[in-house]
């Protein structure tokens, strides 16, 4: 089976720098993407990573251990467009490649 | 500009009625996806196709029925026999199986 688990909801000041925690139990792990979704809209892409270590792009970096079924995604400089929810999904090779999802966490960014 | 489409954004049914959602992408991708978002709950996925004329079940299939007969076109249809389709639905696509998947803006169906 598939098993992903993130905090529901999180809360932030302006200019700090929050982390947001996944892990993950699957059969086939393959990858692990991170998007950003504002409320209503659609996922946007954030970061990938499929080998152990720390990807940085720009104020987001997203890091993995495979051992630990366990990333995370590092947001810095906070603003307030970063209000948002941010979903982790692993590609499962026992899945047919295809992605399973976590349920998401709710990231409230406050002035 | 290259991208996917949805529609439409809104979409009210009464119970009993099948109704269609579009999906549309210019991004030459081969691989197609439809997944339902519940409050609380991740993205789960209901149909998928790697190619045209070809396509496979998801998690949860039951009550929903896809074609794909262009490249570019993902339509899903939810029927009556749907239980509870009142929810977020998105549509995606990728390059292959396993790319990074580009999602449309979303159709939010209500059924009244």
């Known amino acids: 089976g598939q098993n992903i688990d993130q905090p529901t909801e999180m809360t932030a000041t302006e200019g700090a720098i929050v982390q947001i925690n996944c892990t993950y139990q699957t059969s086939g792990f393959n990858g692990l993407f991170w998007y950003q979704q504002h409320a209503g809209e659609a996922p946007t892409f954030l970061s990938y990573n499929v080998l152990d270590g720390l990807e940085e792009k720009g104020r987001f970096s997203s890091f993995l251990s495979r051992s630990k079924g366990y990333s995370y995604l590092l947001l810095k400089e906070l603003q307030m467009k970063d209000s948002a929810s941010y979903l982790c999904?692993?590609?499962?090779?026992?899945?047919?490649?295809?992605?399973?999802f976590g349920p998401g966490t709710r990231l409230s960014v406050l002035p | 500009d290259g991208g996917i489409t949805q529609s439409p954004k809104y979409l009210f049914r009464k119970e009993g009625q099948n109704v269609t959602l579009s999906c549309e992408q210019n991004l030459n991708h081969d691989a197609m996806y439809w997944y339902r978002q519940d409050p609380g709950q991740g993205l789960r996925l209901i149909y998928y196709s790697q190619i045209v004329n070809d396509f496979q079940k998801g998690d949860i299939a039951e009550g929903y029925s896809v074609s794909r007969e262009k490249k570019e076109s993902f339509p899903l249809t939810v029927t009556s026999a749907q239980k509870n389709p009142t929810a977020f639905y998105l549509c995606?696509?990728?390059?292959?199986?396993?790319?990074?998947?580009?999602f449309g803006p979303g159709t939010r169906l209500t059924v009244l």
């Open positions: 995606a696509s990728s390059l292959d199986r396993g790319y990074e998947q580009f």
């Open positions: 999904a692993v590609r499962d090779q026992s899945y047919g490649q295809n992605f399973v």
